[in-house]
């Protein structure tokens, strides 16, 4: 008898989706943006899908699936 192969998904996240509104007055298009885990961690911004201008963004850790556990790292000094 053959037992068959099953394939099963992990239960991790795979892909997260952020929702961002274009920043620009005059377009402000919403964007869906799927960020695979890699692509997280060098996450700086999209280019909007309407107006095609760069919008410089970040993603918070709390944004994120709990199963990722990455950490990024801010590179912005905040003035204080
Ligand atoms: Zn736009």
Redesign the pocket.
Known sequence: MKSRTRFEFPRQVLLVEIERY???PD???R?GIGLTKSEVIGYRGFD??????W?DDTVTADSLPETWDIEITETDDKPN
Do not use: D, L, M, Q
């Open positions: 274009c920043a620009f377009c402000r298009a964007n909007c899908v309407k107006c095609e201008r919008n």
